[in-house]
């Protein structure tokens, strides 16, 4: 049912409440399932963890009936998939963090088979039902056929509404309804064969590490030291003000924060991958090992954040020179992640326990998306580039026009004629009516907006 629900109502063209609607549809047909298939007695594998997870999924789903964004949806999307296949898996398995974030597609190959013996059973089991049952459809079916078409052709108030809810039962509707039920029936048995044989937990004991802490302490001593210096820089830079950054490095301000964001972007994300690693292997069994794992993770970690805020602030410095664009925005995004998940490491140190640390890394990037996704980014993007415009730097809007419904309001209050109009019918260019299914605020309200300003 959740693959016949997919296939009617899932817009895969666009974003739309059709999204959510599937999500909601594949989570009940996954938990119901769950249910008649455990015993009496049988515990349930969900816990509010779980639950938690998959209301993070439906969150991002959602965005589909709010946001016309297609780029932003697409994102949203595969980290529905993500946190979807957590709140599914539950606890940690004895597999790496990468199973436990994909369990979903990865099961759904391997229930093919899974799935096709037990349709062979059922049907051989009730082959009297099931011939009933296709009689009864093929019955109904066949009266929908011959009566819509009589009452649609005897009332045109009628005739609207068919039009509106029976979609164009072209060749290419028909293979995308077989595809997105083929693809939503697959995910909903890998999810149920996950359930009817999951793998091993992760126990609770410690991973192997190593005996000797030097190879470990002597890189994280130098590097906290070469952190400390660059830091201690950028605090003479931070004193001595832009004159400062343009007499030592000849360079504009601009230049300067565009030749060291990326740079600084590759030291945070090197630096994480040293700090995670220092947290499953190095050696911590004597409390003296425990000291200088905290003192020195501790004092790269927090070092690390003002590579972060200094990152930041070149891109902020960058993208006032020369504009706000998608792709900036996104850098910035995921610099504040990272700095999220150092912060997130300074709390596992005092405990010196980790296992916890990849999923709340991944819900921390789920929930920055999601959070993302809410203030509306290419609202947020226009509004800058405006607000330059205004300050009588030029506006690109070429790039403007090229953003989806969502900036319809901001350019329609803020952009003076004639480039108001130009901008607006290049972001309407080749928009056709949605369905209920691909239902939109974003693009209703774009409508509504335009409609009552006369363009």
């Known amino acids: 049912m959740a693959g016949v629900a997919a296939a009617l109502v899932l817009p895969v063209d666009r974003p739309g409440v059709g999204w959510l609607l599937t999500g909601v549809a594949m989570t009940a047909a996954v938990v119901v399932a769950d249910r008649r298939s455990r015993g009496d007695g049988q515990a349930s594998p969900f816990t509010w963890l779980s639950g938690g997870w998959a209301l993070l999924s439906l969150a991002l789903l959602g965005m589909g009936a709010v946001r016309a964004s297609g780029w932003l949806f697409v994102l949203c999307v595969l980290a529905a998939v993500v946190t979807g296949s957590l709140a ?101 048995a890998g999810a149920c064969y996950f359930l009817a044989s999951p793998p091993h937990r992760a126990s609770a004991d410690r991973p192997h590490r190593t005996k000797y802490g030097l190879e470990w302490m002597v890189p994280l001593t130098v590097l906290v030291l070469l952190f400390s210096v660059f830091v201690g820089v950028r605090l003479v830079v931070l004193f001595g003000g832009t004159e400062y950054v343009l007499r030592t490095s000849n360079l504009t301000s601009a230049e300067y924060a565009r030749s060291g964001f990326w740079q600084l972007c590759a030291v945070t994300v090197l630096t994480l991958a040293i700090v995670s690693a220092a947290l499953r292997w190095a050696p911590d069994t004597t409390q003296a090992d425990r000291l200088r794992q905290r003192v020195l993770l501790g004092a790269l970690s927090a070092l690390s954040l003002v590579l972060v805020g ?99 309001p901001v350019v329609s209050a803020r952009l003076p004629e004639p480039l108001r109009t130009r901008v ?32």
């Open 88 to 188: 599914l898996v539950g606890k940690r398995t004895v597999n790496t963090i990468l199973y436990d974030v994909l369990a979903v597609p990865l099961e759904a190959l391997r229930a093919i088979p899974w799935a096709g013996r037990g349709v062979g059973r059922f049907t051989a089991r009730r082959d009297g039902v099931a011939r009933r049952i296709a009689l009864a459809v093929l019955a109904a079916a066949a009266l929908v056929a011959v009566f819509v078409p009589l009452l649609a052709s005897a009332d045109a108030a009628f005739a609207a509404v068919v039009n509106a809810m029976v979609p164009d039962l072209s060749v290419e509707t028909l293979v995308r309804w077989c595809v997105v039920f083929a693809v939503a029936a697959l995910l909903v």
């Open 310 to 408: 200094s990152a930041l602030s070149r891109m902020w410095t960058y993208q006032q020179a020369y504009g706000f664009t998608v792709l900036r925005l996104l850098v910035e995004v995921c610099e504040l992640w990272f700095g999220a998940v150092f912060v997130l490491v300074l709390a596992s140190l005092v405990k010196l326990r980790s296992t916890w640390l990849p999923r709340a890394a991944i819900g921390t990037a789920a929930a920055a998306l999601l959070a993302l996704a809410i203030l509306d980014p290419e609202r947020l993007i226009a509004d800058a580039n405006l607000d330059r415009a205004a300050a009588g730097k030029p506006l690109d809007s070429a790039y403007l026009a090229g953003f989806s419904t969502d900036v319809v």
């Open 424 to 455: 607006l019918r290049q972001v309407l260019d080749g928009d056709t009516p949605d369905g209920w299914p691909a239902w939109n605020l974003s693009r209703s309200s774009a409508r509504d907006v335009t409609l009552g300003d006369g363009n």
